[in-house]
C-alpha cells in the first residue's frame, strides 16, 4: 500500500512563505498525476496545484504566480513552495497522487493577518 507523508506545514504572516514536502513510500515516476488539495474550515477540497506523468504542471488560478509545484524524483518527493501568503490560503493541505488515489494525512497551514 502506497504512503503518502505531508511534513512543512505551520503559522506565518500574511506575505510569508512555507514549504510544502509529500514523500512518497514508492517511486513519483510510477504515479499518473500527484498534486496538492487544500479544504478550509466549511469548505470543499480543492485542487491547489498537479504534475501530471509528462511534467504538466497545472494551479488554481487563486494560487498562479505565489505557489511552485516541484519535484526531486530521487527522494520520491512533492514539494509545493507557496510565497506572498495570505489568510485566504489558511486550509490543511493533502498531497494526492494515482493511480490509485492515495491521500496523505494532510498539513496543516495557517496564514494571520
Known amino acids: 500500500q502506497v504512503q503518502l507523508v505531508e511534513s512543512g506545514g505551520g503559522l506565518v504572516q500574511a506575505g510569508g512563505s512555507l514549504r510544502l514536502s509529500c514523500a512518497a513510500s514508492r517511486s513519483i515516476l510510477s504515479f499518473g498525476a500527484m498534486g496538492w488539495y487544500r479544504q478550509a474550515p466549511g469548505k470543499q477540497r480543492e485542487l491547489v496545484a498537479s504534475i501530471s506523468g509528462n511534467r504538466y504542471l497545472n494551479y488554481a488560478d487563486s494560487v498562479k504566480g505565489r505557489f511552485t509545484l516541484s519535484r526531486e524524483s530521487s527522494k520520491n518527493t512533492v514539494y509545493l513552495q507557496m510565497n506572498t501568503l495570505q489568510p485566504e490560503d489558511t486550509a490543511v493541505y493533502y498531497c494526492?497522487?494515482?493511480?490509485?488515489?492515495?491521500w496523505g494525512q494532510g498539513t496543516q497551514v495557517t496564514v494571520s493577518s
Open positions: 494526492n497522487a494515482g493511480p490509485p488515489t492515495t
